[in-house]
């Protein structure tokens, strides 16, 4: 068995198809299922069961594929340790964040960064979480920090926390700025709500169901920017991570308001392949960027406890 062998069939798990195996590994359908099929006959047993839209790994395929992954890891990070060793931190890390984060904890962890590693190239993407994920499972991104609803084949989750959320009003709601607001307590909001894929959806739409939040209308805006400029030209809401409250204080045209004995938190994960660890320059960005979020915590409850005492 040779590593090449190891990449086919792990690629052919993941992917559930040998001829996205094959796209993923820039090789032919036919050379993935002629490595396949020695395999098979070098381990005498039947890795996968296949049908007209795929293949999917058999029992004893599932156990090997666990198996595969620990090899891949550790010659991946054999791989990382000498590059490290020979030429320092260098390189280059490609990741993607959720746009909230991308838009208010991100800018000050990669100026820090850049400014420490001036010998990495940095890919930042930012979108749907869907994109990131798909990136992520690829290889193309070393890892996605955001949302993640359902656990995938080939991919590491790694929980980073529940955190609060915060209604973010135009102005001419008539909010009063950072003031606790029990979301069952005011009248009826017009309310912009997430995209489908993000996590918060599915507990506001709960929210509304039960009669926690009261809404006159809702909408939905895929995009941040778009939805906040939106926000500050109506009387409308939306119920926010708490970073983008905090980037928002000194907007004018916008009101932030935290959210008083609320359940609503929103889930962060780090997401990773799970055969391929973080690079040495994908660890210290992400070091980097979750001291960012840290410390944008430490203050959103600074900034709340300061407007309890006044």
């Given amino acids: 068995m040779d590593l090449r062998q190891i990449h086919y069939f792990v690629a052919a798990c993941e992917e559930g198809s040998l001829s996205a195996a094959a796209v993923r590994l820039n090789c032919t359908a036919s050379g993935v299922s002629q490595q396949m099929t020695a395999l098979e006959a070098r381990l005498g047993a039947s890795l996968f069961k296949r049908t007209r839209r795929g293949v999917t790994p058999t029992p004893v395929g599932r156990r090997f ?7 891949l890891k550790a010659v991946s990070e054999a791989e990382i340790e000498l ?17 909230g984060l991308a838009k208010s904890i991100l800018p000050q962890a990669l100026a820090r960064f850049t400014r420490e590693f001036p010998r990495v190239d940095v890919e930042i993407a930012s979108g749907p979480a869907d994109s990131l994920v798909s990136g ?9 920090v ?29 909010f009063v700025p950072m003031k606790p607001i029990r979301l069952d307590k005011v009248a009826p909001l017009k309310l912009s709500v997430p ?53 928002e204080l000194s907007n004018e045209r916008l009101t932030v308001n935290p959210i008083a004995d609320s359940t609503l938190r929103v ?25 960012e979020l840290r410390r944008s915590e430490a203050e959103w409850a600074r900034v709340m406890d300061d407007c309890v005492k006044s």
């Avoid at 030429?87 to 280059?92: E, F, I, R, Y």
């Avoid at 992520?136 to 996605?144: I, K």
């Avoid at 996590?199 to 209308?217: C, F, H, M, T, Y």
């Fill in 136 to 144: 992520t499972a690829s290889a193309a991104l070393n890892f996605y």
């Fill in 146 to 174: 955001g949302q993640y609803r359902e656990a995938q084949i080939g991919l590491s989750a790694i929980p980073i926390g529940q955190f609060p959320v915060a209604l973010i009003s135009g102005s001419r709601r008539g």
């Fill in 267 to 291: 889930e962060v994960a780090l997401i990773h392949p799970t055969r391929q660890p973080l690079s040495r320059p994908a660890q210290v960005l992400y070091d980097y960027f979750e001291q």
């Fill in 65 to 71: 594929y666990d198996r595969c992954l620990v090899v």
């Fill in 195 to 247: 995209s489908a894929t993000h996590s918060l959806r599915p507990k506001i739409e709960a929210a509304i169901r039960n009669g926690e939040i009261a809404v006159d209308r809702t909408i939905s805006i895929a995009s941040l920017s778009a939805g906040l400029e939106f926000l500050s030209q109506t009387d409308w809401s939306s119920i926010l991570p708490y970073w983008i409250g905090l980037k």
């Fill in 83 to 99: 590059e490290d060793f020979a030429a320092g931190l260098s390189g280059s890390v490609s990741a993607g964040f959720a746009p």
